[in-house]
């Protein structure tokens, strides 16, 4: 029988798959959920410095091929999720696990984030989220090349526990060259590629209608839409990285063929959002059969013997 066993940083984990970000984490209950489900690890609902209500509803809705959505960041406070990592850190020191953190106020608030943080209890991974797509006025990190670079100068400064960036799509091979150089400049652990592809628009077909309330029904796109967007992002950054940079593969992340391949593009934990809304905690024992499945098809007896090795045509 293969395994599925992940070293990810400087944690083992059972198998590499993961919630992602604002899927089945807001509370300590969602929380609980996946830390007892089929999961390696879980991912906590980017926090803010102050609790958040976000925007109006409707503001997610499952589509046949994926989801849209423009929550703009609901989430309890960092405070609420520092403390109950601290908490569970304390408990299970060997159960990793990643605390996301986001900023809707933009460059300060991340810095003041980042530094409340450090000078927390918590030593565990942190996902740095500079792509959230949804909040109106606000600008993604990320699609400013030179403000990231600045922030991540800023943070790395007296930021000296292990953190990585979640990222938003890319599309041109020059931003992918770009975003790379910037990266293999700082002391990263991790990218997280990719967030919803931004500002999509969903009509409801009987209706006329656009299907989401905030921003004239302009949201991210999730699911199956964007899986060919989110394996070249992996792959492109597989490609371009330091070698010391792990990849959280994320977007389109229905079943193990999906899974299989984020892996060939170079990924080492992948993470499930829609598919996770959809079906619930059931996903991940799912998933891990069918990933199995092709593996053993294959051949292979772990994930490092095919990680990374996608071929290409001569
Ligand atoms: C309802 C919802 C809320 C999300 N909230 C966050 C968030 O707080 N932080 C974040 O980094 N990504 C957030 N995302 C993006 C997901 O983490 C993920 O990157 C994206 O949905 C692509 O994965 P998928 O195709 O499996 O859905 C959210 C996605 C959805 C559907």
Avoid: W
Avoid at 29 to 54: C, E, N, P, Y
Avoid at 133 to 149: I, L, R
Avoid at 258 to 279: F, N, P, R, S, V
């Amino acid at each position: 029988m293969p395994t599925l066993t992940t070293k990810f940083h400087s944690h083992t984990f059972e198998n590499p798959f993961m919630n992602a970000s604002g899927v089945h984490c807001m509370s300590i209950q969602d929380i609980d959920g996946l830390a007892h489900s089929a999961a390696g690890s879980f991912v906590t609902k980017s926090a803010t410095k102050a609790a958040r209500a976000g925007n109006p509803e409707p503001r997610y809705l499952n589509l046949d091929f994926g989801s849209i959505n423009s929550m703009g960041l609901p989430n309890n406070g960092l405070d609420y999720y520092l403390d109950d990592a601290i908490r569970r850190q304390q408990a299970a020191p060997d159960k990793a696990f990643v605390l996301s953190v986001a900023s809707y106020e933009g460059f300060h608030e991340y810095v003041e984030n980042m530094r409340t943080i450090q000078n927390s209890d918590y030593n565990g991974l942190v996902e740095l989220n500079l792509s959230c797509p949804n909040v109106p006025g606000k600008p993604q990190m990320a699609y400013d090349f030179e403000d990231t670079h600045r922030l991540l100068s800023e943070i790395t400064a007296f930021y000296t526990k292990p953190f990585g960036v979640k990222l938003p799509p890319y599309f041109d091979l020059l931003h992918f060259d770009q975003m790379a150089k910037i990266l293999n400049q700082f002391p990263i652990k991790f990218i997280n590629s990719i967030n919803s592809i931004g500002n999509g628009l969903y009509i409801d077909a009987k209706t006329d209608t656009v299907v989401i309330k905030p921003k004239a029904g302009f949201g991210g796109i999730g699911g199956e839409y964007v899986k060919p967007t989110a394996l070249a992002n992996v792959r492109a950054f597989y490609t371009r990285l330091r070698d010391d940079i792990q990849i959280i593969g994320t977007g389109g992340i229905l079943n193990g063929q999906d899974a299989y391949e984020h892996l060939l593009c170079g990924a080492t934990m992948l993470q499930i959002g829609t598919q996770l809304e959809k079906e619930g905690l059931a996903v991940f024992d799912r998933i891990q059969k069918e990933l199995l499945e092709i593996m053993t098809e294959k051949g292979y007896q772990s994930i490092d013997e095919f990680r990374g090795k996608l071929k290409a045509i001569d």
